[in-house]
């Protein structure tokens, strides 16, 4: 590839071109030759002659034709212009080199074709000539038209690439969750300076309050503890969340406090710092709200079993929620122990048995002999549940839910010794739960069809009866002759009915799930059809 190229692939949103260098012995040698030129139209023509120019159909296929080369794929129309242009396997093809911008594509290009490729400084700075000048070396084109091509293409190629699923936008949880573990750490190290600062005027009030947002909180209420009366214990009594005992004993530490006086400048500033420190920890609690809503609409059975904190980190730690499911449980099992890991590994020790499944619930109350069985269990369940989450298309808690109650189970079963039941029997409970909510919407629309139809059946009763009783007449009779026949088939018709029910028994089951399918997925085209009401952050 350090051969001076003698032809030029020109890519660009209206379609794509093959140069071909006229001047190539002057171009390869002087690099600072082809950058002055670049400038002087007339000069720069005289350098290149165009070989081919094959437009794109539509806009589709220019997008098809960039990502193809931002990928360094060798497209059916870029070859084809190749093969037309160069006639790969003649000598022209032989004794031609290429050069190419992209050095992926141009790899693709060896690699396919058999063509030479040049990706170095020359070629880039003929591009760059080409690109200014693509209005009057391309004939046919008006000025213009190559911007306005690339900046539809532009916007077509950004929006193929940033899509935005109200229900998949676990790149929301991820940023949420980062968010919430920074705003922990801040919150807290602003609320001990907080203590620490104003704990030089009212050293007492450190072991009266309970936390350090309710000292906070206390602190810019207070300010100069001397201003202090018994009027404002109702509010102080507000601040505590009721307990007036605390209150009064507030009021009687900053009569009887040791701490120095402090000047209204620093004050001042005190009150600034708690005031933030205060609005933080709102903040906080509103992002945590925020990811408690995402964590249902995107994993809602991962944040039944496992919590929306545990299962966002989860998400955050695998990257999506689409890399989770696709995870095995032995991996799900592991996440966020990566270190421990390889460094058991490494040292042929023990590995770990736990990760960040470890601050569940579960794992918390089993006992430490029961804790490596608990969490193979749990990254189980787990890595069901987030499969339902990424794969369903009508999002629900009932398998979550079924699946909490089964680690329950287990845990019980390790400390008493209770059988736990069958994984069949609880997806059957969750399957029969789905169809019994799914019959609820269907018998709603079912009511709605009947009243309909009331006012139709009840013009057409006097017509039937009529020919009810004509036919009644004629059916008594061949009744008579019927009743014979139908003894002696009887005794058979017993026999295959107890064969029919023997097979049935064991089809109940799939029954059942092709039941609970056909009427999720109603549902869920009846759930599409009406307005989705949005929270205020995706509005």
Known sequence: MSSAPTHILFEFAMGCAVFECVQAEEIGNKTEHVQAAIKDLNAFGRMLKLVSFRPFGNAQEALQACNAISEGVLDDHLRTLLSTALEPGSKKAKSAVLGVT?????????????????????????????????????KGLSEGDVRKAQLGLGHQYSRSKVQFNVNRSDNMIIQAIALIDTLDKDVNTFAMRVREWYGWHFPELVRIAPDNITYARIAKFIKHKENLKEEHIDELTDLLEGNEILAKNVLDASRTSMGQEVGEI??????????RVVQLADYRKSMHAYLREKMHLVAPNLSALLGEIIGARLISKAGSLTNLAKYPASTVQIIGAEKALFRALKTKGNTPKYGLIYHASAIARA?????????????????????????????????????????EERLAFYETGKAPGKNSDAMRRALKAIEEQSGDLM???????????????????????????????????????KGDKKKKKSSKGDKSEKKKKSKSGD?????????????????????????????????
Not at 510 to 535: C, W
């Open 266 to 275: 620093d004050m001042m500033n005190i009150q600034t710092f708690a005031d």
């Open 507 to 539: 089809k109940d089951l799939q029954r059942d799930i092709k039941k609970a399918a056909e009427k999720a997925a109603k549902k869920a085209a009846k759930e599409a059809k009406k307005e989705v009401s949005l929270p205020f952050y995706v509005r």
């Open 367 to 407: 006992a430490p002999k029961n804790k490596g069985r608990m969490s193979r269990f749990l990254a189980n369940k787990i890595s069901i549940a987030s499969r339902i989450d990424c794969f369903t298309d009508a999002p629900t808690t009932r398998f979550g839910e079924v699946m909490a109650e089964q680690v």
């Open 102 to 138: 992209e050095r992926n594509l141009a790899s693709a290009i060896v690699a396919d074709l058999g063509i030479q490729c040049n990706t170095g400084d020359r070629t880039l700075e003929l591009v760059r000539g080409i690109r200014l000048h693509a209005d009057k070396l391309l």
């Open 443 to 481: 018998a709603v629309d079912a009511e709605e069809a009947d009243d309909d139809d009331e006012d139709d059946d009840d013009e057409d009763d006097n017509d039937d009866e009529e020919e009810e009783a004509a036919s009644s007449k004629k059916s008594s009779k061949k009744s008579k002759d």
